[in-house]
């Protein structure tokens, strides 16, 4: 069968960064099963997105679906034939379906016998179907926002200019939204709607476009913005500091990339360097220019920046200069105003700030910022306790937590202009004043910020990550906004995360569910409802355990073994379970599991444990058996108390025989009910020693093994 290539484009006004990916993507992905669905095939495919444009191209797609063979089934064979003559309803099945008696087929089911015909379909022409396809796209891409012109069913994230539609070196006819399809797409804007380009082939629309400028291929683009700042040289040398967030945006901004360098007065390089950053990358999509990286006592690369700056051009080269200078003046505007702020906020100390937190709202039934912070101040003092900190530590992290939010009154933060340095601008200010511990502690209680955002690396700042996200999800869970689904609009899932994280990085011993009880006390005195909701805000730190033993490689059903003992207590549930991970799948370990899960099955329905008496033990494999279950708690005295789990778990494998013998050599269900009941209460006791460790019952074993 013959192939044709099919290329299609949207063109449309710019669209904004963040619609184009998941737009592209989508249409990728209903392209791909739309053919699938249609049992048609494409030899390759490739998209491309610039904020003019979507595209997708495929090549070697056949003329026409392949004919396929169906089966039809009519009614009942006593409904279809009376007597072995057709009936009115056989009939007009064969009629219906074009078929005569000759070809009737028996269809032997479960529901019995029906007659049937086989009828051949014609493939329908793939450009048809391609048309069905294209007609219901724009309506299904899911935008966060669409626009609506002309026709209402049209509504898209921007108005739709033309349709760029080829099947083969053919045009694909269409008209969607009072626009016809055609062989011709456009270039840059500034080269206006007058030059259109036409495309002879769809193989050929690429490499057409790319000799007017425009790297519609979005991987290519890219590479070519990054190629290009890497190649750019300063007068005072230095480097473009790339930023992979904002080289993923700034090429969604562009379809013909052109990097540009400008400068601002080197007055402004007196401002704390985020801000300075903030403003060229975030507000204006510009990249820094780094002098030199020096790295600080911390281990964090501190980087001197440049008065430069590039910004990646869309507009014609020609007149590069006047856009450079239009760039110049709105950065040097905006840090203008950044050194105002600054400025106004550093003639009064940090802590001046503070009471201004009075009239900062954190939630309407939580009460305002001071409150938070009162909270966490308190909850750094509990975890200080737990910790046995020294006073001058304890202090530094009550100190800490007393500025922690202080930032956020100032103007820098409260004029809305640079929200995402909140712990920045109050380790800035707080330089001034006070120690660096309690500066770089306020900057780093907010994180981690992100999945991949590092952890502090303060105690300080530390502690206080964890009392402000402890006081935000008990609080937030509390008054009823327990996230679901994919709705977390506070990113509480983001805030437990880190919390385990930390204690778990630091090997904190503490109790989390005293930590957590605490914070509800504390809230529960502005809202007192938030105490009723303890259970599932213990129940969502679970879940939040749970994932991070998964990310640190644990098998599920090792994770189900030893979190339903205790997960209070962070650290000790990790160490059981990486000793249990470790000696999984050891040959003994297996025999272990087998016994254990052999003594839990056989008491697991005794609603009453009698008391283990040594006097009514008769048999003498039963004494043998609980001296040496009594030696095995004496060996285990120490390594439990030290919490060696993988000696103890050493230990409990090499007990295994034991159980394994006892078994074999005592019948424990005996019709003797004292001395069955006793037996009972000796396993009971061994099975209360193992799970100190973990319950080895739920360890999965191959059926095949058992």
Request: proline content about 4%; overall charge negative; hydrophobic content about 40%.
């Amino acid at each position: 069968m013959k192939t044709y290539d099919f290329l299609m484009e949207i063109g449309v006004e710019e669209i904004p960064a963040d619609h184009i990916q998941p737009a592209i993507s989508f249409i990728e992905s209903s392209f791909c099963t739309y053919i699938l669905k249609h049992r048609l095939t494409f030899r390759s495919l490739r998209c491309g997105s610039t904020p003019r444009r979507f595209a997708l191209l495929a090549t070697g797609m056949p003329e026409r679906q392949d004919d396929f063979e169906i089966i039809r089934t009519g009614p009942a064979m006593r409904i279809a034939y009376q007597d072995s003559v057709l009936t009115g309803a056989g009939q007009g099945f064969l009629k219906k379906n074009g078929a005569e008696e000759k070809d009737v087929l028996i269809q032997t089911t479960d529901r019995g016998e029906f007659i049937a015909v086989r009828i051949n379909q014609p493939g329908q022409a793939t450009p048809d179907l391609l048309r069905e396809w294209i007609i219901d796209l724009p309506a299904s891409i899911p935008f966060p926002k669409r626009m609506i012109w002309k026709e209402p069913d049209l509504a898209f994230s921007r108005p739709i200019r033309w349709w760029l539609l080829l099947w083969g070196d053919q045009v694909l006819p269409l008209t969607a939204g009072g626009i016809s399809s055609g062989d011709i797409t456009y270039g840059n804007r500034y080269k206006g709607l007058s030059n259109p380009i036409h495309i002879t082939a769809p193989s050929k629309y690429f490499d057409i476009l790319k000799e007017h400028g425009i790297l519609a291929d979005r991987s290519e683009r890219k590479q070519e913005i990054r190629a290009q700042l890497e190649s750019l040289s300063f007068p005072e040398g230095g480097r473009v500091i790339i930023d992979d967030n904002l080289l993923a945006t700034v090429t969604d901004l562009v379809e013909s990339p052109n990097a540009c360098t400008a400068s601002f007065d080197e007055f402004y390089l007196r401002l704390p360097q985020k801000i300075i950053t903030c403003t060229i990358n975030q507000n204006q999509k510009c990249f820094g220019v780094m002098q030199e990286a020096e790295a600080t006592a911390n281990g964090d690369t501190d980087v001197r920046l440049s008065n430069h700056f590039v910004f990646i051009s869309n507009g014609d080269p020609q007149h590069q200069g006047t856009i450079r200078i239009g760039n110049e003046k709105v950065v040097g505007a905006r840090l203008a105003d950044a050194m105002w702020y600054y400025n106004e906020d550093t003639r009064h100390p940090l802590e001046y700030y503070s009471d201004k937190l009075e009239q900062v709202v954190f939630q309407s039934e939580l009460g305002t910022m001071a409150e938070k912070t009162r909270r966490i101040s308190a909850l750094a003092d509990i975890i200080s306790t737990q910790l046995r900190l020294p006073q001058e530590e304890r202090d530094l992290a009550r100190r800490s937590a007393s500025l922690a939010k202080a930032d956020l009154a100032t103007l820098m933060l409260g004029e809305k202009e640079f929200t995402k340095l909140q712990g920045y601008i109050g380790m800035q200010y707080a330089r001034a004043t006070e120690l660096d511990e309690v500066a770089r502690g306020i900057y780093e209680h907010y994180m981690p910020r992100g999945q991949n955002d590092r952890l502090p690396s303060t105690l300080t700042g530390s502690i206080v990550a964890v009392a402000d996200k402890v006081d935000t999800v008990c609080g937030i869970i509390g008054i009823g906004m327990l996230p679901t689904g994919s709705a977390d609009p506070f990113a509480l899932r983001r805030a437990a995360n880190g919390v385990v994280q930390i204690i778990a990085e630091r090997n904190w011993d503490f109790d989390l569910v005293a930590l957590i009880d605490a914070a509800l006390i504390s809230i529960g005195q502005k809202n007192a409802a938030v105490r009723e909701q303890r259970e599932p805000i213990i129940g969502f730190f679970r879940q939040r355990i749970n994932w991070l033993l998964q990310q640190m490689g644990l098998d599920h059903d090792v994770i189900d073994s030893v979190m339903h003992i205790d997960t209070a207590h962070l650290n000790d549930l990790i160490k059981r379970a990486r000793a249990v991970q470790t000696h999984k799948g050891g040959d003994d370990f297996f025999k272990l599991v087998i016994g254990f899960k052999r003594v839990s099955n056989i008491i697991k329905d005794c609603t009453h444990i009698s008391e283990f008496s040594e006097t009514l033990l008769q048999d003498d494999f039963e004494k043998e058996f609980y001296l040496a279950t009594e030696e095995l708690v004496r060996n285990l005295k120490l390594p439990l108390e030290t919490k060696d789990y993988m000696t103890v778990l050493d230990k409990l494998v090499a007990f295994g025989s034991e159980i394994d013998r006892f078994f074999e050599k005592v019948l424990v269900n005996c019709e003797n009910i004292p001395l069955r009941l006793n037996r009972y209460a000796l396993l009971a006791r061994l099975r209360a020693l193992f799970l100190r460790v973990a319950d080895l019952a739920l360890i999965v074993v191959d059926d095949n093994e058992k």
